[in-house]
Structure formats: structure tokens, C-alpha cells
């Protein structure tokens, strides 16, 4: 596999990680050489900085969502030396309550660092598209 695939694969990690709420492979995912280093922007969050922050939140977003399912497009991955840049779209649709699914759009770029072991992410930010902005983007 290239240095592509390897990033986009870790990427893909990140939301199967969110999508199965294995808190284990979430923590697989995330730099911790540089634990300082990382940095997380939830939707509508302030900025966490630092590893023990990020995956705790992580864990409390989990716990708290019965279903999530990511649909990811226009996923582009740059590599530059052991810097890998992805970013993407999620489209995603999640349980709001027991008999209907909302969807929500998000652009996010994920930082990835190349480690001894592989890719890991040290920076996710994900930013919400609102309604009208959403629908301009997809050509509506």
C-alpha cells in the first residue's frame, strides 16, 4: 500500500472507530508519541487540546449516541514527508430519536503523523455545513 492508502485507511479508522463506539480502536487511532500535540474539534465544540482530553471525549460522545453511520465523500488525502492531510465531508446520519434518523453534513480535516507504527491522527476538526450552505455545496 502507498503512503495514500495507508493515511486513507486510517482516516476510514477514525469513523468505524465513532460507528462501532470501540473506545480501544478509537485510542489505536490517535498519536500518542506527541500527546500535547493533539488536538480535536468537535462540531460545535470548543477546541480540546491534549490526548486524555480528546479520548474522553470521544468516550462521552459514544456513550451518548445510540447510532451513528458516516458516509464519507470527497475524501482527499495529501501527503508531504510524515505528514498526511485528509480531508472530507461526512454525511451522516444518526438516531435522534427511537423512530427517526437525521442527517448532518460536517467537513473535516484530519492531520495524520507517520509513527514508528504507522500513521496516527493528531488533529481532527470537523465543521458543520448549515442547511442552505449544504444544499449551495451539493448544487441545489
Same mark, same amino acid.
Given at each position: 500500500?502507498?503512503? !495514500?492508502?495507508?493515511?486513507?485507511? =486510517?482516516?476510514?479508522?477514525?469513523?468505524?472507530?465513532?460507528?462501532?463506539?470501540?473506545?480501544?480502536?478509537?485510542?489505536?487511532?490517535?498519536?500518542? @508519541?506527541?500527546?500535547?500535540?493533539?488536538?480535536?474539534?468537535?462540531?460545535?465544540?470548543? *477546541? +480540546?487540546?491534549?490526548?486524555?482530553?480528546?479520548?474522553?471525549?470521544?468516550?462521552?460522545?459514544?456513550?451518548? %449516541?445510540?447510532?451513528?453511520?458516516?458516509?464519507?465523500?470527497? $475524501?482527499?488525502?495529501?501527503?508531504?514527508?510524515? =505528514?498526511? @492531510?485528509? %480531508?472530507?465531508?461526512?454525511?451522516?446520519?444518526?438516531?435522534?430519536?427511537?423512530?427517526?434518523?437525521?442527517?448532518?453534513? @460536517? $467537513?473535516?480535516?484530519?492531520? +495524520? @503523523?507517520?509513527?514508528?507504527?504507522?500513521?496516527? *491522527?493528531?488533529?481532527?476538526?470537523?465543521?458543520? !455545513? +448549515?442547511?442552505?450552505?449544504?444544499?449551495?455545496?451539493?448544487?441545489?
Amino acid at each position: 500500500m502507498s503512503d !495514500v492508502d495507508d493515511a486513507r485507511a =486510517v482516516n476510514a479508522s477514525l469513523y468505524e472507530a465513532f460507528e462501532t463506539a470501540d473506545v480501544d480502536r478509537m485510542q489505536r487511532v490517535w498519536d500518542d @508519541v506527541a500527546p500535547d500535540a493533539v488536538v480535536c474539534v468537535h462540531p460545535g465544540w470548543p *477546541m +480540546l487540546r491534549g490526548l486524555g482530553p480528546v479520548l474522553r471525549s470521544w468516550s462521552a460522545v459514544m456513550a451518548n %449516541t445510540e447510532y451513528i453511520q458516516f458516509f464519507l465523500t470527497d $475524501v482527499r488525502v495529501h501527503v508531504r514527508g510524515d =505528514v498526511a @492531510v485528509v %480531508t472530507c465531508t461526512e454525511n451522516v446520519l444518526t438516531e435522534v430519536t427511537d423512530a427517526a434518523h437525521a442527517g448532518a453534513t @460536517v $467537513v473535516a480535516t484530519n492531520v +495524520l @503523523v507517520r509513527r514508528p507504527d504507522g500513521w496516527r *491522527m493528531q488533529v481532527h476538526h470537523g465543521s458543520p !455545513v +448549515l442547511g442552505r450552505l449544504a444544499d449551495e455545496a451539493d448544487g441545489g
